[in-house]
């Protein structure tokens, strides 16, 4: 499943590849896709303390995995915070204070690419 994802987002018909320089289409498949399987680190957890973001740590679990439902504990996927804002883009709506997974993604495991194809960093 997990290849066929991927295999789509490269291969597709319908896939929209940002420039090689352009950065990020802002698609938001890449937070659908591992949104909801993300760890917290503890200086995100310091730095939203320090923010008053008690809505951000209610969704962290005693495992440190995000982003939980509040009431119930459970994950919710994908994350809570991707915001759509067109037919075809969505943007984090914590962009300013998001976890450092977040920030640092893609990694060179991903080649600095987004699950388009594009590339995010050099």
Known sequence: MFL?????YFTGPDAQVPA???GCACCGDCCKFF???LNVTHSDVTRWKREGRGDLLGRVNR???IWCDPDTGKLVDPCPFLQKNGPDTA?????DTKPAMCRDYPTMAHGFRCLRG?????
């Open 4 to 8: 066929d994802t991927i295999k789509h």
């Open 20 to 22: 090689a320089t352009g």
């Open 35 to 37: 949104g909801g399987h």
């Open 63 to 65: 495992l440190g995995w």
């Open 91 to 95: 943007v984090c709506s914590i962009n």
């Open 118 to 122: 594009g590339f995010i960093k050099m």
